[in-house]
């Protein structure tokens, strides 16, 4: 049969996206900016014109754009399997345990269950955290950010054996966002004062589920969870019957450059990791991992099932991601660039006042904008305007975020060049 393709005009495409899209569904920059991206390989996009985009926004590509071991991955699966059964593949198993070996030897963090994106992990490690506890209570912190969908099971009169889910309405206790340039707590000992909050809440809270805190705050505004913090934390929520979540969608898979996991940073064990993003390079493959005991706990009456989660095309992808970033030593070379970077930009902040902070880990970089640096009023018109002028001046993606829009974050891929670093910084 002949195949019958046309080529769209951009105005075209422009017209398809106003009729056919809500505004507010996120295509995300498509509102204010209607760029159409047609290519990616390693650091860059290239839009229909040709022109080439370093891109610093993504963190999806960790490994690079396109790379062309993942896309052989895919597409020889493809050919031979290119669903999930409901039984056995070797690359749902063999990702589990290369998955699992990713985490600090002892551990405990060996039971994987493979979803599609970082909402659904953190929506199911609410429900792990409910199946092994009669406690609704959930902590998060100030400006976290876990995901974006409503809890669907409570909308399915249809229900597979989900004794202990009903009803599992949480009750949310916030904590102030541990941060250490602009919140209440500052120097040496806020990892510790911001954890005395966690230990109050526990108290307020009387009986606690869970704990959710990302091991490296993104949307929040790159807020790095300061020394001592999690220890305190999750010791705290322990004593209170909880389990400790470790949201590692942004953070992990080495974009922390020392460490594969950001929570290694702070010497901690979570009792379930969830993560998605970096993990199938683009393709959606997204997983919790958790403790034989958790998961035994949810076991005990309940059934999980997603129709995609794990199936065979996006764990090859999952499987060349983990053999790239080993074999092309990109957590070496995050903490390297990533450490340049930084120093750079701690540099050009002494020089000029509105640069109030710059901070990360490895290649997670924010660059705090301030009107005064006494004040702290937020840069926030100015930040989006640098923003606006890196895109269309020097052709360099970078995303705000924060909880006053004053934050430029970098989360490139990790092939990220020294090269790339320099035009970043020249511009
Ligand atoms: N958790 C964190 C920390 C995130 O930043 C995000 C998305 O940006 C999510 C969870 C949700 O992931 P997804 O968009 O894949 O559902």
Request: with cysteine; glycine share 10%; charged share 20%.
């Given at each position: 049969?002949?195949?019958?393709?046309?080529?769209?005009?951009?105005?075209?495409?422009?017209?398809?996206?106003?009729?056919?899209?809500?505004?507010?569904?996120?295509?995300?920059?498509?509102?204010?900016?209607?760029?159409?991206?047609?290519?990616?390989?390693?650091?860059?996009?290239?839009?229909?014109?040709?022109?080439?985009?370093?891109?610093?926004?993504?963190?999806?590509?960790?490994?690079?754009?396109?790379?062309?071991?993942?896309?052989?991955?895919?597409?020889?699966?493809?050919?031979?399997?290119?669903?999930?059964?409901?039984?056995?593949?070797?690359?749902?198993?063999?990702?589990?345990?290369?998955?699992?070996?990713?985490?600090?030897?002892?551990?405990?963090?060996?039971?994987?269950?493979?979803?599609?994106?970082?909402?659904?992990?953190?929506?199911?490690?609410?429900?792990?955290?409910?199946?092994?506890?009669?406690?609704?209570?959930?902590i998060?912190?100030?400006?976290?950010?876990?995901?974006?969908?409503?809890?669907?099971?409570?909308?399915?009169?249809?229900?597979?054996?989900?004794?202990?889910?009903?009803?599992?309405?949480?009750?949310?206790?916030?904590v102030?966002?541990?941060?250490?340039?602009?919140?209440?707590?500052?120097?040496?000992?806020?990892?510790e004062r911001y954890a005395a909050d966690v230990a109050a809440a526990c108290k307020r809270a009387?009986?606690v589920?869970?704990f959710?805190?990302?091991?490296?705050?993104?949307?929040?505004?790159?807020?790095?969870?300061?020394?001592?913090y999690?220890?305190s934390a999750y010791q705290s929520v322990r004593h209170a019957?909880?389990?400790?979540?470790?949201?590692?969608?942004?953070?992990?898979?080495?974009?922390?450059?020392?460490?594969?996991?950001?929570?290694?940073?702070?010497?901690?064990?979570?009792?379930?990791?969830?993560?998605?993003?970096?993990?199938?390079?683009?393709?959606?493959?997204?997983?919790?991992?958790?403790?034989?005991?958790?998961?035994?706990?949810?076991?005990?009456?309940?059934?999980?099932?997603?129709?995609?989660?794990?199936?065979?095309?996006?764990?090859?992808?999952?499987?060349?991601?983990?053999?790239?970033?080993?074999?092309?030593?990109?957590?070496?070379?995050?903490?390297?660039?990533?450490?340049?970077?930084?120093?750079?930009?701690?540099?050009?902040?002494?020089?000029?006042?509105?640069?109030?902070?710059?901070?990360?880990?490895?290649?997670?970089?924010?660059?705090?904008?301030?009107?005064?640096?006494?004040?702290?009023?937020?840069?926030?018109?100015?930040?989006?305007?640098?923003?606006?002028?890196?895109?269309?001046?020097?052709?360099?993606?970078?995303?705000?975020?924060?909880?006053?829009?004053?934050?430029?974050?970098?989360?490139?891929?990790?092939?990220?060049?020294?090269?790339?670093?320099?035009?970043?910084?020249?511009?």
């Open positions: 049969m002949q195949r019958v393709e046309r080529a769209l005009s951009k105005d075209e495409i422009l017209k398809l996206r106003r009729k056919h899209f809500c505004p507010a569904q996120s295509i995300s920059y498509a509102n204010t900016d209607p760029l159409l991206i047609l290519r990616g390989e390693g650091s860059y996009l290239y839009d229909e014109a040709g022109n080439s985009y370093l891109d610093t926004r993504n963190n999806v590509c960790h490994v690079g754009h396109s790379h062309p071991r993942v896309a052989r991955a895919v597409a020889q699966q493809v050919e031979q399997l290119n669903t999930n059964t409901r039984y056995l593949h070797p690359n749902l198993c063999l990702l589990a345990k290369r998955l699992t070996e990713t985490f600090p030897t002892g551990s405990g963090l060996e039971v994987c269950f493979f979803v599609n994106s970082g909402s659904e992990a953190n929506d199911l490690a609410t429900r792990l955290a409910f199946a092994r506890s009669r406690s609704r209570n959930i998060v912190v100030d400006h976290g950010y876990h995901g974006h969908t409503q809890q669907t099971i409570e909308i399915s009169p249809y229900k597979f054996d989900h004794k202990g889910g009903e009803g599992a309405k949480p009750n949310i206790f916030k102030p966002c541990p941060d250490t340039f602009r919140g209440p707590h500052r120097g040496e000992d806020a990892g009387g009986s589920a869970a959710f805190v990302e091991s490296g705050m993104s949307v929040g505004g790159v807020i790095l969870p300061p020394p001592g999690l220890q019957g909880g389990v400790c979540v470790a949201d590692e969608v942004q953070v992990g898979f080495g974009r922390f450059g020392d460490y594969f996991w950001a929570f290694e940073q702070q010497g901690v064990t979570p009792d379930i990791v969830t993560m998605g993003k970096p993990f199938g390079n683009g393709m959606p493959l997204a997983a919790v991992v958790t403790t034989k005991e958790v998961s035994d706990a949810f076991h005990n009456g309940l059934e999980y099932f997603n129709t995609f989660g794990g199936n065979p095309v996006c764990c090859a992808a999952g499987l060349a991601v983990l053999d790239i970033i080993r074999e092309e030593k990109l957590q070496a070379h995050a903490a390297e660039v990533g450490g340049v970077l930084r120093r750079r930009l701690a540099e050009l902040a002494q020089r000029h006042r509105w640069i109030g902070d710059v901070r990360g880990q490895g290649l997670f970089i924010g660059i705090e904008f301030v009107r005064d640096r006494d004040t702290l009023e937020p840069a926030t018109a100015e930040t989006s305007d640098i923003c606006s002028r890196m895109k269309d001046e020097h052709k360099i993606l970078m995303s705000i975020d924060g909880p006053h829009d004053n934050v430029l974050v970098m989360k490139p891929p990790m092939c990220f060049s020294q090269a790339d670093a320099e035009s970043m910084l020249n511009a």
